[in-house]
């Protein structure tokens, strides 16, 4: 069974970085591309960040460009983002997951207010 675990939200001031991290478990973590996405209340989940088996390539949504860094530790099964320069607007529950998108955790919750 998949097991994702998103963590370390919060809240915080505009401007503020937080680094978010996923433990994965379930699968074989390491051969997966894994993303990053986000829903904030009254709107759809959106993507936000993904990285490729291994670590070498990562992407983005073009928001999210510069600010955003998702990385992974294939030896602890975990992927993060490191967001800063955080903005009110991206204010959301963030969400990691496998491309199929089949199994889902409770997300975490990132709040930016001053």
């Known amino acids: 069974q998949v097991q994702l675990v998103e963590s370390a939200g919060g809240l915080v001031q505009p401007g503020d970085s937080l680094r978010l991290s996923c433990a994965a478990s379930?699968?074989?973590?390491?051969?997966?591309?894994m993303r990053w996405y986000r829903q904030a209340p009254g709107k759809e989940r959106e993507l936000v960040a993904r990285i490729s088996s291994g670590g070498r390539i990562t992407s983005y949504a073009d928001s999210f460009k510069g600010r955003f860094t998702i990385s992974r530790d294939d030896d602890k099964n975990t992927v993060n983002l490191q967001m800063s320069n955080l903005k009110p607007e991206d204010a959301a529950v963030y969400y990691c997951?496998?491309?199929?998108?089949?199994?889902w955790g409770q997300g975490t919750q990132v709040t930016v207010s001053s």
């Open positions: 997951n496998r491309v199929d998108g089949k199994y």
């Open positions: 379930g699968f074989t973590f390491r051969y997966d591309v």
